[in-house]
């Protein structure tokens, strides 16, 4: 069981807002104008405080995944030692406003898929010259891809994000070229 002293600051966490405009409307009502106003201040200054943390971990977060090529929530959960449902909101919220990056997050098999830049050149290159998604898997077997399925994968996280043109060489033409050469 809880101590209660832990209790009543996690109650008091939870409503602090409520606590807050209760004091300050006593304050108010005694004519305590001016300290009404300095408790105000002093609690809206701890309110901006409290958003330092999360802009420290997003960052952190950040450059952790740009160290690598693809790495899965569960090993970034690991290495920054965060729960994993914070590492997955965080993730999804950054695959929601990917549009303009140059990285990818993709959602496969119930976690979330960050690859590097670098690996999205190379897909695209590949992609672009004609490949087919087995001969994209093997070209990409140095940035760490696992299965043929995150290909497919990219491809249409990118083709959601209007980021992929049409191919420059089909797949069929590709692989005449290479039959015949």
């Given at each position: 069981?809880?101590?209660?002293?832990?209790?009543?600051?996690k109650t008091?966490?939870?409503?602090?807002?409520?606590?807050?405009?209760?004091?300050?409307?006593?304050?108010?009502?005694?004519?305590?104008?001016?300290?009404?106003?300095?408790?105000?201040v002093i609690?809206?200054?701890?309110?901006?405080l409290s958003?330092?943390?999360?802009?420290?971990?997003?960052?952190?977060?950040?450059?952790?995944?740009?160290?690598?090529?693809?790495?899965?929530?569960?090993?970034?959960?690991?290495?920054?030692?965060?729960?994993?449902?914070?590492?997955?909101?965080?993730?999804?919220?950054?695959?929601?406003?990917?549009?303009?990056?140059?990285?990818?997050?993709?959602?496969?098999?119930?976690?979330?898929?960050?690859?590097?830049?670098?690996?999205?050149?190379?897909?695209?290159?590949?992609?672009?010259?004609?490949?087919?998604?087995?001969?994209?898997?093997?070209?990409?077997?140095?940035?760490?891809?696992?299965?043929?399925?995150?290909?497919?994968?990219?491809?249409?996280?990118?083709?959601?994000?209007?980021?992929?043109?049409?191919?420059?060489?089909?797949?069929?033409?590709?692989?005449?070229?290479?039959?015949?050469?």
């Amino acid at each position: 069981m809880p101590k209660k002293y832990i209790v009543i600051f996690k109650t008091i966490g939870r409503h602090w807002f409520w606590i807050l405009v209760l004091i300050i409307i006593i304050l108010s009502i005694y004519r305590q104008y001016i300290a009404a106003i300095v408790l105000s201040v002093i609690f809206l200054v701890f309110f901006l405080l409290s958003y330092i943390p999360a802009l420290f971990f997003k960052n952190r977060l950040k450059r952790l995944m740009k160290k690598y090529y693809r790495i899965e929530d569960t090993i970034v959960a690991k290495k920054l030692k965060k729960k994993i449902n914070k590492i997955r909101e965080e993730m999804f919220d950054m695959s929601q406003k990917q549009e303009k990056k140059n990285w990818l997050i993709t959602f496969l098999n119930k976690q979330y898929i960050y690859y590097h830049e670098q690996t999205i050149t190379k897909f695209m290159e590949l992609y672009n010259k004609g490949f087919s998604e087995k001969e994209i898997f093997e070209g990409l077997q140095d940035f760490e891809l696992k299965t043929r399925v995150e290909v497919k994968s990219i491809t249409e996280s990118l083709i959601k994000l209007n980021k992929l043109s049409e191919r420059d060489v089909s797949v069929k033409e590709h692989k005449k070229k290479q039959r015949f050469a």
